[in-house]
């Protein structure tokens, strides 16, 4: 009775619209769960249907490259986003890994890694954010996928000028050499899901695959958040 008051009081907000979360709702509210734009490419897997996949061919090789949600300027999911990534809502990407996680895993992709690794943050940009939000989504699919993951094997030497508004060349030159493998034998002979938030040319991605499969990562897929 007393949560059912405190609820009635003050009401917890959905992540995405802001507006009251009904009883048994957790972060996203039913109506915008059932209206975020899925992606489901992980139903073409690593085919040429797969509009992620082609993103790099050519470039650095890739096993899988999925994303859960497509990115849509001003809508749900730039707002959850948004939550993530500037208002410390980390039980959010967490609970966006376990949902994908478990479709991944219902889909029988939880046996093609051996670990899971979030793209990092320099140290100085964690220390002034308080915590990576790839790492929440990164615990999030291994724990609903059953799988290690790690946020010490994989580092950013290099203290990079955000991505934003950046040409695909610039991105890339941006990220050029900045990742360091930090504990070579973690990865080595490892199959990795490289975990980021969001995807738009994919260089920061690559970037980390390069400094991977350099260490004698035997395969690299990549998932995100969310897909531009």
Request: proline share 4%; glycine share 6%; with cysteine.
């Amino acid at each position: 009775m007393f949560d059912d008051l405190l609820a009635l009081l003050y009401p917890e907000s959905c992540y995405a619209c802001q507006g009251a979360l009904a009883r048994g709702e957790k972060f996203i509210c039913t109506d915008c769960s059932v209206k975020l734009p899925y992606t489901d490419f992980h139903v073409h897997g690593a085919t040429e249907r797969n509009p992620l996949q082609r993103r790099f061919w050519g470039k650095v090789p890739v096993r899988f490259a999925f994303a859960y949600l497509y990115f849509r300027p001003k809508g749900r999911v730039q707002r959850l986003l948004h939550q993530l990534k500037y208002r410390g809502a980390q039980e959010l990407g967490e609970h966006l890994g376990k949902l994908y996680g478990s479709l991944l895993s219902d889909h029988h992709y939880a046996t093609e890694f051996d670990l899971i690794l979030p793209v990092p943050l320099h140290k100085l940009k964690l220390r002034k954010r308080g915590y990576n939000q790839s790492d929440a989504f990164a615990k999030g699919l291994a724990d609903a996928m059953h799988l290690p993951w790690s946020n010490k094997i994989l580092i950013r030497n290099v203290n990079t000028s955000t991505q934003t508004q950046k040409t695909r060349i610039d991105r890339w030159q941006n990220v050029e050499q900045v990742f360091q493998v930090n504990q070579p034998s973690e990865v080595k002979g490892k199959r990795i899901l490289l975990v980021d938030d969001v995807m738009t040319t994919g260089a920061t991605l690559e970037a980390c695959a390069i400094a991977l499969l350099a260490e004698g990562a035997t395969e690299i897929s990549v998932t995100t958040i969310a897909s531009a």
